[in-house]
């Protein structure tokens, strides 16, 4: 791509750094942002240098936030004896949006993954060990995505608590609300049929 | 959507303003912004304000550029008798990757779209008007988008100017190269007979 100027030709550079954006987006991008006001342009690069420089993770969790202890961790009225283990802050979010868990999170930061050079010691674990070492811990409740990577951390995660007094749990697989049953892959579907519930209890949410 | 750190629901609302771009992509460049070095935010934000505030509009052709006369404008090998009209500076560059134009270009910022508060006087038309009255201009190629806006501009500003000395053309409509017959619009198939070219000159491209 030939561009007739240079300043033009490193913010469609700059952008098309970001993840999904080719250089075509960032052109239509950049473009659209000259003909908005100046204000806008400089609204969106402080606003991104802010939160790059100022941004805080929770000490506790691990999860996004702008002061030491994030707002989940120091709500008293959150169940601090669950920790739901995540892999990222998005998972937080999801979650929350669900209104059904009232406990806390604990934010891996990504999932065990050899192949990308991501063991055990990249990610936020010995913090949640040490939680359940000291004992306040009830449950753990594995939320990580049902890939091998995600089945590979949960392990790793149970092998170091199971001698702790602590009851582990993973979210349940199955079939997806909405979804047809002849397109779902065999693995869910046979998930499904052992975890089977009372119907009674399909019939609250 | 809840966030937890209102810094991070600054830059996502920010970043959410650029089009094509919903809250949950905006999320995810965002957390990878946050998980890559303060450098690339820095260059990213640094590169847009730049570009924002420093950038040109070339003073004959309306296209982008560093310095007030543009590259294409300057260059004396260009042909000054011929003027190609487009509506967007991607269009400039879109017909400088194809090196078959050496003439120079005016670019409109758009189309006529009276549905969109676009007329007449919201566009860079003037200055084409008064470049052909001034007599120096030969032939003016219309490469408008072939639709209703594209049409009207055409000819809005061929009304303007057919009473001076210079000679109009537009870009071929016809069957894209790669294309079956078969699925081609009907506009674009008649057209592209009535406007058949000889066998000849199609070999040489």
């Keep these: 791509m030939d561009f007739s100027s240079k300043l033009l030709e490193r913010a469609v550079n700059e952008m098309s750094q970001l993840p999904g954006i080719g250089k075509r987006t960032a052109l239509r991008l950049v ?15 402080e606003a991104l240098q802010f939160m790059r420089n100022d941004v805080k993770f929770c000490k506790s969790c ?4 702008d002061v030491e202890l994030c707002e989940i961790c120091s709500n008293p009225n959150r169940n601090e ?13 999801a979650i929350e949006n669900t209104s059904s868990y009232k406990g806390l999170y604990h934010v891996l930061g990504g ?5 990308d050079g991501i063991g055990p010691h990249e990610l936020n674990i ?3 060990v040490n939680k359940v070492k000291e004992g306040k811990v009830k449950e753990l409740i594995f939320a990580l995505s049902s890939t091998m990577e995600g089945d590979t951390t949960n392990f790793y995660i149970y092998k170091q608590i199971q001698d702790y007094n602590v ?17 779902a892959d065999e693995i869910t579907l046979g998930r499904s049929i ?5 119907f009674e209890s399909s019939l609250k949410l």
Tied chains: 1, 2.
Aim: net charge negative; hydrophobic share 40%.
């Design 194 to 198: 052992v975890n089977r519930v009372p």
């Design 81 to 93: 004896e669950i920790i739901c283990v995540v892999e990222d802050i998005r998972d937080v979010m």
């Design 111 to 115: 999932k065990i993954s050899p192949m």
């Design 126 to 128: 010995e913090p949640l």
């Design 31 to 45: 473009l659209h942002l000259l003909r908005q006001p100046m204000e806008q342009t400089k609204a969106l690069s």
């Design 62 to 65: 691990n999860n996004i936030s």
């Design 167 to 183: 009851y582990t749990s993973t979210i349940a697989r199955g079939i997806s609300v909405g979804d047809e049953l002849e397109y």
